[in-house]
């Protein structure tokens, strides 16, 4: 049964298996982004006119009604334009910064974690890597014919089109249904394999192929910590829960 630390007895515990860890997998789902005031995917905060998520994040729902779909990902896009990565992003790219062998995997497309780590690679003088960005990111478009992809324009409030070829513009992320980018996925399994420890923090684990890593790294040695306020689906497997929000739990942990 996982330890559960509504105790801060299990945080220096856990802090003690990060630092003898030579490799760490630190998976990162929405929960992360939730104290920059971006919505999380099964929370209410996620419903959009109440749709779930899963019913417009699709080939499908976009080729029925891209109308929909678009203006669905303007209303994301505007309400991230607002939000600032939070303590968990950066204390999770400072955390880097000071030592090797973590790899950083996230589900989110929010690019809140490439931000943070900007930021600290500004701060310690030298280029971090940018995270494992599985599922794409939202703030970027990229064409459904030709091989076009740039930055995310202004909405005009009509589904963009491409410049070169004139098709449909989609947001650059992989949709349900879809197959995650074959290298980022290889990347991100290699370093599953390699992990002494999986540090999962804020997603529920529901999402795959990404949950899987956590039992992929689970199942060649690795110990799992979870970090999240609520119940996930990965917390049985779990040695050790730290109940809380992660930017609380994670300036505290990872020192
Ligand atoms: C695939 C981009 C192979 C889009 C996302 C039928 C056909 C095909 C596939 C499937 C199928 N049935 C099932 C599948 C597999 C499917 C899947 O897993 N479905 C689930 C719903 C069961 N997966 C796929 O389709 C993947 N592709 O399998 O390809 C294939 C291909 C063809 C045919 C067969 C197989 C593609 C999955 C990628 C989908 N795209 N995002 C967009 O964003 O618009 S996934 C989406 O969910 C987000 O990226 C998000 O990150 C991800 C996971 O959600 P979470 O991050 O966990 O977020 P959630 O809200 O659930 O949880 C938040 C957590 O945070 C909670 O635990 C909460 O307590 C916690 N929290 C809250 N506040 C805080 C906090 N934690 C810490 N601090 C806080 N303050
Ligand atoms: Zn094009």
Request: proline letters at 8%; hydrophobic letters at 45%.
């Amino acid at each position: 049964m996982p330890h559960d630390a509504t105790s801060d007895r299990n945080l220096p515990r856990a802090r003690q298996l990060l630092a003898g860890a030579s490799h760490v997998l630190v998976l990162t789902g929405a929960g992360v982004s939730a104290e920059s005031g971006v919505p999380t995917f099964r929370g209410e905060t996620g419903l959009w006119r109440n749709y779930k998520p899963e019913d417009l994040a699709t080939p499908q729902a976009f080729a029925r009604d891209p109308v929909l779909v678009w203006e669905w990902y303007a209303w994301r896009r505007g309400r991230l334009a607002e939000c600032q990565p939070n303590a968990a992003h950066f204390s999770l790219a400072r955390w880097m910064a000071s030592r090797g062998g973590v790899t950083l995997v996230t589900q989110n497309v929010d690019g809140l974690h490439h931000r943070a780590t900007r930021t600290v690679s500004a701060e310690v003088g030298r280029a971090l890597p940018d995270p494992i960005t599985l599922h794409g990111s939202i703030v970027h478009d990229r064409c459904t014919r030709c091989d076009y992809r740039a930055p995310a324009r202004a909405w005009e409030g009509a589904p963009p089109r491409c410049p070169t070829c004139a098709a449909l513009l989609r947001p650059d992320v992989v949709w349900f249904g879809e197959v995650l980018p074959v290298d980022q996925l290889a990347n991100a399994a290699r370093a599953a394999t390699a992990a002494e420890v999986c540090l999962v923090v804020g997603t529920s684990g529901v999402v795959y192929p990404a949950a899987g890593l956590a039992y992929q790294a689970r199942s060649t040695g690795a110990i799992l910590v979870v970090v999240d306020p609520g119940p996930t689906a990965l917390d049985p497997d779990a040695e050790m829960l730290l109940r809380g929000p992660a930017g609380v739990i994670l300036p505290q942990l990872l020192t």
